[in-house]
């Protein structure tokens, strides 16, 4: 399984971005997947989750600011990243496996990771 994540890049604060994240070898609509982030000099955190049962999960500091969806068609996990804001600058990962709702931001939950993306957001 490959996941690639891309979308990644440059916006001032208060703009949006939109993060995809696609596989090989693996359908997202059968496992849960899930977006965390990396900031410089900071451990990697939940930004996000979409459960195989199709529940959303958000980290407090993104909520009403950012949502997950899914294309089946496309086989690819967006993260729709609205009002950005400078602390939002992080590496983002997507990653897939098996998550249920309460262990969805967890990383154990997850066994696939993408490359990550660099989204940085200037003030």
């Known amino acids: 399984v490959q996941l690639q994540a891309s979308g990644g890049g440059l916006v001032q604060a208060g703009g949006s971005l939109r993060l995809s994240c696609t596989a090989s070898?693996?359908?997202?609509?059968?496992?849960?997947v899930g977006w965390f982030r990396q900031a410089p000099e900071k451990e990697r955190e939940f930004v996000a989750a979409s459960t195989g049962g199709r529940s959303t999960v958000y980290a407090d500091s993104v909520k009403g600011r950012f949502t997950i969806s899914r294309d089946s068609a496309k086989n690819t996990v967006y993260l729709q990243m609205n009002s950005l804001k400078p602390e939002d600058t992080a590496v983002y990962y997507c990653?897939?496996?098996?998550?249920?709702?309460?262990?969805?931001?967890?990383?154990?939950?997850?066994?696939?990771w993408g490359q990550g993306t660099l989204v940085t957001v200037s003030s």
């Open positions: 070898g693996r359908t997202f609509s059968r496992h849960g």
């Open positions: 990653a897939t496996g098996q998550p249920i709702y309460s262990s969805a931001s967890q990383e154990s939950a997850y066994n696939y």
